[in-house]
């Protein structure tokens, strides 16, 4: 028969380790919450970017500095890290973004792609380092007109 002096401190060290499992869930969950509005801001400022890209520009540099510089703007501010940004116009049926050929014609047509990569992550949620992505990529393409080429 065990008495209540060998008992003593049981209740203590149950609830420790109830106490650490619960943190942990805790913990992580608040860690990939934060990762995944990370991840839905870049896609937002991704679209939001090419979206931009749909204005009218003089010419195809412009558009893809004005997608550039409103991708970038919607992350300023919120996200913790200074993610890069690039836009390119690129040929849909060729895939050659150096230098596309961009026309009226349906086999020449162009689409700008948004890209917002924000590395260096890890380092803000340090206790799950081995299950964090170090670099969050949003990406968002627009298929241009040919008519406004």
Do not use: H
Not at 48 to 65: C, E, W
Request: with cysteine; net charge positive.
């Amino acid at each position: 028969m065990k008495t209540r002096r060998t008992q003593r401190g049981v209740y203590a060290v149950e609830f420790a380790f109830v106490f650490l499992m619960f943190f942990a869930l805790l913990y992580a969950s608040l860690c990939f919450g934060l990762l995944f509005a990370f991840r839905a801001g870049l896609q937002n400022a991704a679209e939001d970017g090419a979206r931009a890209a749909l204005r009218y520009q003089v010419d195809l540099p412009s558009r893809t500095a004005r997608a550039a510089a409103v991708a970038l703007q919607r992350t300023s501010g919120w996200l913790p890290v200074t993610p890069t940004v690039a836009a390119q116009v690129c040929g849909v049926e060729s895939n050659q973004c150096v230098t596309p050929v961009c026309s009226l014609d349906w086999s020449q047509r162009c689409q700008i792609v948004v890209t917002v990569t924000a590395g260096g992550l890890r380092r803000l949620m340090p206790a799950l380092n081995f299950a964090m992505p170090d670099t969050l990529t949003g990406r968002a393409t627009v298929l241009l007109d040919g008519r406004s080429l």
